[in-house]
């Protein structure tokens, strides 16, 4: 009887690090630069984010988002087709001190944004994001969620602004 | 105690297994529906190009005609109603200005008796401080508005084709899918404006990141 308790003891964690793996962990790192800074590292599994954010309602975000809430529905329409659409840089915007690209690669949409002192790259996984808007035109942010598993092992934010470091990516 | 832990772990193997089979799927499915819709052949792009002269800062656009054409086919109902852009010209303003604009009708009117004529000067105002001319050359209609100087201000040509799809059909509103038609069979120049500050170009080609002309 004990070594069967032992066994189910011990197939519980890794059944749990199993599914966390499986579907997936999100990974917040953020690094303060300078002598004294910090480091947080907060790993966030996919499938309790998911799970939190169906608790969102979602009528308030739908009220929060006023006349844009009424162009949902086109915006999903131009995400399906950017989907669809091969490769390529979108937009390149080029002033004195900054440059901001938008790109296609594959699933993804990339921002990069390059300043004096500052890079931002924020990959847009385009599943994940045709998934936020619902087919009735209400924001679904669990779909959204749900939809990060598809853009799994790549970094989704990386922002430095001098010695600070944020990033969050999906493992 | 080998056996009931082997057991244990191959059930955890188990649920780990259907869990991980899920999203292998899930993201099988994606891939495929990728490969699926992806267009045949080389598709049309769109592109803009806005350069400031004298300043460094410069726009690029490069946009793939499908994603336009889903805007424009997704666009709320107040902008495009049936597959046609309603157009206020201010010809029934109520604000006790007359405005000096032509409704689309009158505009599709004037046009359609001019556009047989060939070569032509269609508009000439010239007031003290500018003169605006429009006119077909060729497969362009030419639109220029210069200072007493001499100085070409603004630039602005416009394929007779384009202009065509625009004012098809009847009523104050511009077919959506007629301009779309136009765009889709159409590689080259759409609009190119140029003036002291600046130059904006927006053309169609297949290439991606759009030829530099």
């Known amino acids: 009887m004990l070594k069967l308790i032992l066994a189910t003891a011990a197939a519980l964690p890794v059944a749990a690090g199993a599914t966390v793996a499986a579907t997936g962990v999100a990974w917040v790192d953020v690094r303060e630069g300078g002598p004294n800074g910090t480091r947080i590292v907060v790993p966030v599994p996919l499938l309790a984010a998911e799970l939190a954010s169906a608790f969102v309602p979602i009528p308030d975000i739908a009220s929060e988002m006023g006349e844009a809430r009424q162009h949902l529905g086109a915006a999903r329409k131009v995400l399906d087709a950017l989907g669809e659409s091969p490769d390529g840089e979108l937009v390149r915007v080029e002033d004195k001190d900054e440059t901001v690209v938008i790109a296609k690669e594959g699933d993804t949409l990339r921002v990069h944004v390059s300043g004096k002192n500052e890079d931002i790259d924020v990959n847009v996984p385009l599943e994940s994001a045709a998934q936020v808007i619902r087919p009735d035109g209400r924001i679904d942010p669990a779909a959204a969620v749900r939809g990060l598993r598809h853009a799994r092992f790549q970094t989704l934010v990386e922002v430095r602004d001098g010695d600070d470091h944020v990033k969050i990516s999906l493992w | ?213």
Request: zero cysteines.
């Open chain 2, 1 to 213: 105690m080998n056996r009931t832990a082997l057991a244990g772990v191959g059930a955890a193997l188990v649920v780990a297994g259907v869990v991980g089979l899920g999203v292998a799927q899930a993201r099988t499915d994606g891939a495929s529906a990728a490969e699926t819709t992806g267009p045949s052949g080389a598709p049309a792009w769109l592109h803009v190009r806005v350069d400031e002269h004298g300043k460094s800062s410069k726009v690029r656009v490069n946009v793939p005609l499908t994603v336009v054409e889903a805007a424009l086919e997704a666009a709320p109902s107040q902008i495009v109603d049936k597959g046609r852009i309603k157009i206020d010209l201010g010809h029934d303003r109520h604000d006790g200005d007359e405005g000096h604009d032509l409704s689309l009708a009158q505009m599709r009117k004037i046009w359609q008796s001019l556009k047989d004529a060939g070569d032509t000067e269609i508009v000439s105002v010239e007031q003290e401080d500018e003169t605006v001319k429009v006119a077909r050359k060729g497969d362009l209609v030419q639109v220029r508005v210069s200072k007493p100087s001499g100085e070409e201000e603004v630039q602005v040509d416009v394929p007779v084709s384009l202009v065509d799809a625009v004012l098809a059909g009847p009523g104050d509103s511009v077919d959506v899918k007629m301009v779309i038609r136009e765009l889709r069979a159409r590689r080259g120049d759409i609009v190119r404006v140029n003036d002291k500050d600046s130059a904006v170009r927006i053309w169609i080609d297949e290439s991606a990141a759009g030829e530099a002309r």
